[in-house]
Nanobody
Framework: QVQLVESGGGLVQAGSSLTLSCSAS???????MAWFSQAPGKEREVVAC???????YYADSVKRRFTISRYARKNTLELRMDSLKQEDTAVYYC???????????????????WGQGTQVTISS
């Protein structure tokens, strides 16, 4: 059983940077890992994901601003967020797709394990 624990959220001003971390208790080296966000009143959607082979997908809204990184030895996933905007305000979730088989997967339903989420709030 994998447990995912996010950290690093908080309240920052627009234009600032923030790094989220996700620590996995189980072995995740063969899975696709992702960050999702869910803003109030909206559906959860993928922000970025990275396969076991290192292929990365970014949502258009975060390209050239966010960077996803995974550290297999430490079972850790990070999301570096630069040039933050108010519309980035959301709860951010770490997730694992154990059946991706090297594919970038973007649907919520594809992911088997989820963290509890960490709040990111961007002020003007």
């Amino acid at each position: 059983q994998v447990q995912l624990v996010e950290s690093g959220g908080g309240l920052v001003q627009a234009g600032s940077s923030l790094t989220l971390s996700c620590s996995a208790s189980g072995r995740v080296s063969s899975s696709t890992m992702a960050w999702f966000s869910q803003a109030p009143g909206k559906e959860r959607e993928v922000v970025a994901c990275v396969t076991s082979g290192g292929t990365i997908y970014y949502a258009d809204s975060v390209k050239r601003r966010f960077t996803i990184s995974r550290y297999a030895r430490k079972n850790t996933l990070e999301l570096r967020m630069d040039s933050l905007k108010q519309e980035d305000t959301a709860v951010y979730y770490c997730a694992e797709d154990t059946k991706a088989w090297g594919r970038t997967t973007t649907r919520v339903s594809s992911y088997d394990y989820w963290g509890q989420g960490t709040q990111v709030t961007i002020s003007s």
